[in-house]
């Protein structure tokens, strides 16, 4: 006796394919779908499983490349750009140098107050106070005069 093939997936339409493919969720596919094919006599389940098959779909027909020119920006605009970007990205290097010159000056101006209201010279301050290295003493392991011997459980 012969089997006869069962199909696994019903047939689908190009123009649902298409439909299931500009969907953003589900629910936008069901509406959709009742509004473009009103007279269509299947289940919301057999909708369900064509919404579920969208990733298939999307494998098989990937969705167009947008054409050049919405996105796109032409290289002498591109050229532009970078050329106010390294101006900009200058003028805020200068900025810091600044910045760091101006802090330098302060920080020789506290350094001369500091010297003058505690009363050391820059030598002085500049002479690091030598540390005397911490020595641990050796540790000695006492050695007993018998090893004891190792025993082994069962």
């Keep these: 006796m012969e089997k006869t093939p069962i ?26 779908y009742a509004r473009v ?4 006599n299947k289940s919301p389940d057999s909708i369900s499983k064509i919404w579920k098959r969208k990733s298939e779909f999307a494998k098989k027909r990937p ?6 020119g919405t996105g796109a920006k032409s290289s002498r605009e591109i050229a532009a ?19 760091l010159e101006v802090n330098q000056q302060i920080l020789d101006a ?28 050796a540790v000695q392991h006492i050695s007993p005069g018998m090893q004891t011997p190792i025993l082994v459980g069962s």
């Design 63 to 68: 969705l167009p490349v947008p054409a050049k």
């Design 37 to 40: 094919f009103p007279d269509a």
């Design 110 to 137: 506290l350094l001369q107050q500091n010297q003058i209201l505690t009363g050391h010279t820059e030598e002085d301050t500049k002479e690091p106070v030598p540390h005397a290295p911490l020595q641990k003493p």
């Design 7 to 32: 199909r696994k997936y019903q047939v689908i339409g190009e123009a649902e394919i298409d439909l299931v493919l500009q969907c953003k969720d589900s629910r936008e596919f069901y509406d959709r």
């Design 81 to 99: 750009l970078i050329t106010d970007q390294t101006k900009i990205m200058k003028a805020l290097s200068s900025l810091a140098r600044e910045n």
